[in-house]
């Protein structure tokens, strides 16, 4: 006997544990309230069960146009008269694009990925239609495996399915409270189970194109910020998000390991190739500060040893230009980036750009909110975190640049056989600017004896 025709025998027909009423009709009669659709509108239920939210309905709604799917010939077979059956996976429907008023997921979206539930979703409304998403969600990766291992069913952070809802385009109209639990000895005997995930009724709309059916490339350094960017995104990087990686030819060792780590499981893990000890062997060491003398041109006229280049120049060259050439390249419409506001105040750029579009998650996260997400759903985070006093974590072992990150107290602790040549680098920096320095000096002291 299949588990339907047991909770059939003890009065359950609709395989949802929560209910937004007592009874069965009661919660179909809210939700067709809730949803307040028009006459003869075109309804279709992805992963419909046995169609018992159907046959509710079409008692109290008759005018209503209803589609039913199912991959489980049963289930379907189980299904009221009246309705469309068809069998198909809910995320490839086979149905026609933009004829439906309303779409309803209820208790179904933990049997397929996510992003592309949401994506099909998204291509069977028409605009401005309505998505209902009734399901479990998990406050934490404990409660997602307990969903995993005991139900068959992937759990997920309602903020990350409101994420991925987003990019699928659309926007929440309203939350409701499903209090009440299906009646059933069998249904009381889960509650240790289910009792431990939250769960909802939510109605959305879509309100833009689908960002998830576009060219995208999410952008990874291997950083806390583009981690949390990849672990929020993860349900859409199963599906296929091409993650892009620059590998500078100097990375940091405790880069190289969560790099390493996440390559693991991301099914399509693009890397860059640049050479930036190369670079710098041509082009000169990279400063926070540089001098007329001690850049390319100066150096054609031999008019200092050094040769300096700004720390932008060289993350331009090794890191982003790479990475924007290979977007461009790939053809990427959209990029997504874990920017965040509270790195610098302002980010460079977020929308629309002359090449490809920019999205970025993160943009008013805290840093405390990313360490805390890391944790939360069990990220690799990097020690270098535990000893290095910058907002960000060095991108290279042997950058001379960047001083405000406090990169000699890092290599102190963790590289101590790389201090000796940081200390060497420096003190090439300081002699060459400390000529320019005598010079301004001696400029503004002439200055000072005209009056």
């Known amino acids: 006997m299949r588990n339907e025709q047991i909770l059939e025998a003890q009065g359950v027909n609709l395989l949802a544990y929560w209910r937004l009423a007592a009874t069965e009709q009661e919660h179909a009669a809210t939700l067709l309230q809730i949803l307040d659709l028009p006459t003869g509108a075109r309804v279709v239920d992805l992963g419909c069960g046995t169609g018992e939210l159907t046959r509710l309905c079409q008692a109290i709604r008759p005018d209503l146009s209803w589609t039913l ?7 379907l077979a189980q299904c009221p008269d009246g ?27 933990g049997y397929c990925n996510v992003s592309q539930v949401l994506k099909e979703a998204a291509r069977l409304l ?60 069998v249904v009381d005997e889960a509650a240790q ?6 769960h909802g009724l939510a109605v959305l709309c879509k309100a833009r194109p689908c960002q998830l059916s576009r060219r995208a490339a999410l952008q990874f350094s291997g950083g806390k910020d583009s981690l949390a960017c990849l672990y929020l995104l993860k349900p859409w990087v199963l599906a296929g998000l091409p993650v892009y990686w620059t590998h500078t030819g100097d990375t940091i060792p405790e880069t190289l390991a969560v790099v390493e780590q996440v390559r693991r499981w991301v099914p399509d893990f693009r890397v860059i190739e640049a050479d930036v000890l190369a670079w710098k062997h041509a082009h000169g060491t990279p400063s926070d500060v540089t001098t007329a003398q001690s850049t390319w041109m100066g150096q054609q006229y031999a008019m200092t040893e050094i040769q300096l280049v700004g720390r932008f120049d060289c993350c331009w060259h090794n890191l982003m230009k790479p990475m924007h050439d290979r977007m461009l390249a790939d053809g990427v419409e959209l990029v997504i980036r874990g920017t965040k506001l509270a790195d610098t105040g302002k980010v460079p750029a977020n929308g629309a750009t002359e090449h490809y579009d920019v999205l970025l998650p993160l943009l008013n996260w805290s840093h405390a909110q990313v360490f805390d997400y890391l944790q939360e759903v069990g990220a690799p985070i990097s020690p270098v975190y535990q000893h290095f ?31 000796q040549q940081y200390q060497v680098s420096l003190q090439q920096i300081r002699a060459e600017l400390s000529k320019r320095l005598q010079e301004l000096d001696s400029e503004l002291k002439e200055c000072e004896s005209w009056h």
């Open 69 to 75: 799917v199912n991959i489980d010939a049963w289930q």
């Open 389 to 419: 006093k910058a907002i960000s974590a060095p991108e290279c072992l042997h950058c001379s640049a960047w001083w405000d990150d406090g990169k000699a107290q890092y290599l102190k602790q963790l590289h101590p056989e790389k201090v």
């Open 126 to 185: 028409i605009d401005g239609g309505k998505l209902v998403l009734h399901e479990l969600y998990a406050s934490s990766p404990s409660v997602q495996q307990l969903g995993a291992e005991v139900l068959g069913y992937q759990v997920h952070a309602a903020n990350d399915v409101q994420l991925l809802a987003t990019l699928a385009g659309f926007d929440v109209l309203s939350q409701h409270e499903d209090c009440h639990q299906a009646p059933g000895a």
């Open 193 to 198: 189970v289910f009792h431990q995930f939250d």
């Open 83 to 109: 309705a469309q059956l068809v069998e198909a996976s809910m995320i490839d429907t086979g149905l026609p694009t933009g004829t439906f008023c309303a779409v309803i997921v209820a208790y179904a979206m």
